[in-house]
């Protein structure tokens, strides 16, 4: 296990379709983050997983927007309808327990997502 | 107001230059990140820091909690090192959740 992997790498779609993204963590890592950036922009907050469990969601993410973990590894990201607005890297992000403020966060190499 | 800010938000320099780049915060927080973002999105985390001065290689992070500011210092600068400088602070109040800058981009040539 050499990091954390994302697939797929590109995704081009079109409007009002759907798309989901897949996440896997460094093995032992309990933590796993997504993260949304645009051109120009540092990354956005969108959600954060404790093994399965869900446990903060930022406001970016709509209605449209799901994630889930079911069983504590790997993660899921839907984008339901997408939208011209969706465009942009998607990025997955893991860390292992620590005490607050002891964590480093692991980068996967993102999605980048294309909404014609 | 943005409440993480970086400075500048993007920089030329010559190979061998001493590189400083600057970050400000507006909340308090648990820990401040410093990362390295390559062209094609890949992040590398490269210090966390939660006091003092912390030094890998020629990189040095620093951090003034009082002023609420931390830098980044890149020592005889080499073209390699040109990437999108990253700061993220976590919220005291939040476990959870990074609050990143915009990014500096650095350009080191040859």
């Known amino acids: 296990d050499t990091g954390v992997s994302q697939d797929p790498r590109h995704k081009i779609t079109k409007r009002g379709q759907n798309v989901t993204f897949r996440c896997d963590p460094i093995?032992?890592?309990?933590?796993l983050y997504w993260y949304r950036q645009t051109l120009g922009q540092g990354p956005e907050f969108l959600t954060y997983f404790q093994n399965e469990a869900q446990l903060e969601k930022s406001r970016l993410l709509s209605d449209r927007f799901s994630a889930e973990r079911p069983k504590g590894s790997f993660s899921t990201l839907e984008i339901q309808r997408t939208e011209q607005g969706d465009s942009a890297m998607y990025l997955c992000?893991?860390?292992?327990?620590?005490?607050?403020?002891?964590?480093?966060?692991?980068f996967g190499p993102g999605t980048r997502l294309l909404v014609l | 107001k943005n409440e993480v800010e970086q400075s500048p938000q993007n920089l030329t320099a010559q190979e061998g230059e001493f590189i400083t780049i600057n970050c400000s915060y507006s909340v308090g927080i648990s820990a401040l990140h410093w990362l390295q973002q390559h062209p094609g999105g890949g992040i590398v985390s490269l210090f966390m820091?939660?006091?003092?001065?912390k030094k890998h290689g020629r990189l040095i992070a620093t951090i003034n909690i009082q002023e609420k500011h931390s830098s980044l210092h890149i020592t005889a600068s080499h073209p390699r090192d040109s990437a999108v400088y990253i700061c993220?602070?976590?919220?005291?109040?939040?476990?959870?959740?990074?609050?990143w800058g915009a990014g500096t981009k650095l350009i080191i040539k040859p």
């Open positions: 992000a893991s860390s292992p327990r620590r005490s607050q403020g002891e964590e480093t966060q692991y």
């Open positions: 093995s032992e890592h309990n933590r």
């Open positions: 993220a602070v976590r919220r005291v109040d939040s476990n959870y959740q990074l609050i």
């Open positions: 820091l939660s006091s003092g001065k």
